[in-house]
């Protein structure tokens, strides 16, 4: 029998994608000849917001701006902690406004913000995980950047290296499932170099492994409230390992938003106060 999972509500951050466009590509996924359906986009985002309001979870949202296209991915723009904010500082030029615009929400929150001096972008490669943070580097979010990060939140950071640049961000290619000193993980091993695969092995040894077509189809790019995992539909085996291991998938197709490289998690900035 899976054993029971108990949600706890979450406060998270969002962006509508009114300004969603793939016009540079910063990575692999992206290819600015490629048109975005921005009705589509909005359809399938409020669909996700639709998911988390109706499973209980509170929701914010910070204004899009024009010219930001990527504004949208919130979880690039902050990783918070007990209420304390390490702001970004995003590796492309064309995304490095957007700290600005997301600063000055957590402001208006009541949050004081860190301004990280080396490159480093939010939860994009920076995942909370109960007593560690987990990092990842190599494409994006820099070594020095994890340093900080240890000495900002005094939380030891364990950092790993992620080698296949379609899994740009540790995101892309790993979830957290349960918080608090027991917690559990979700990964794609290909995507992490041979050194950082043997510590999330040793780290995590009841881990969900997902196959090439889960990590493919976005299936890490998720979002779990300890039962409830908002996933890609089409991580077909990812989802029916999550439920036989007592999970609840909720299905969210936010295929349009692949198009600039990222899916559900990218969307999602999560507020831990
Ligand atoms: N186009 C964006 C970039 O390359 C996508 C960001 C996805 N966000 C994420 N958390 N993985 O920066």
């Known amino acids: 029998m899976p054993e029971r999972r108990v949600p706890r509500r979450r ?7 009114r300004h969603f466009a793939v016009q540079y590509a910063i990575n692999p996924w992206m290819n600015p000849d490629t048109r975005v359906d921005v009705d589509l986009a909005q ?3 409020q669909s996700l917001i639709g998911a988390y309001r109706s499973h209980g979870h509170a929701v914010d949202t910070v204004e899009p701006v024009p010219g930001l296209p990527d504004m949208v991915f919130a979880a690039n723009s902050a990783v918070v902690v007990d209420g304390r904010v390490f702001g970004s500082l995003f590796h492309a030029p064309e995304r490095r406004p957007e700290s600005t615009h ?15 001096e080396s490159v480093c972008e939010g939860e994009g490669d920076l995942v909370p995980a109960g007593r560690y943070v ?40 790993l979830f957290v499932l ?8 979700a990964y794609y091993p290909e995507a992490f170099s041979p050194g950082s695969r043997e510590v999330l092995a040793r ?26 995992v908002f996933i890609s539909p089409e991580a077909t085996a990812l989802v029916s390992e999550l439920a036989r291991r007592g999970y609840v998938p909720v299905p969210v197709d ?20």
């Open 11 to 17: 406060r998270y951050l969002v962006c509508e994608p």
């Open 43 to 45: 359809e399938q985002w």
């Open 102 to 116: 997301y600063d000055t929400w957590f402001k208006a929150a009541g949050y004081d913000v860190y301004r990280p």
């Open 134 to 173: 987990l990092a990842g580097t190599g494409f994006r979010t820099t070594r020095e950047a994890h340093r900080e990060v240890q000495e900002f939140f005094g939380l030891p950071v364990i950092s790993l290296t992620l080698v296949d640049p379609r899994f740009y961000h540790l995101d892309t290619a």
């Open 178 to 185: 349960d918080e608090g000193p027991e917690a559990n993980i």
């Open 203 to 228: 780290l995590y040894p009841d881990a969900v492994l997902a196959t090439r077509e889960d990590a493919l189809a976005f299936g890490l790019n998720s979002v779990c409230d300890g039962h409830h």
């Open 254 to 273: 936010l295929s349009e938003f692949r198009k600039a490289g990222g899916g559900i998690k990218c969307c999602t900035q999560e507020i831990r106060s």
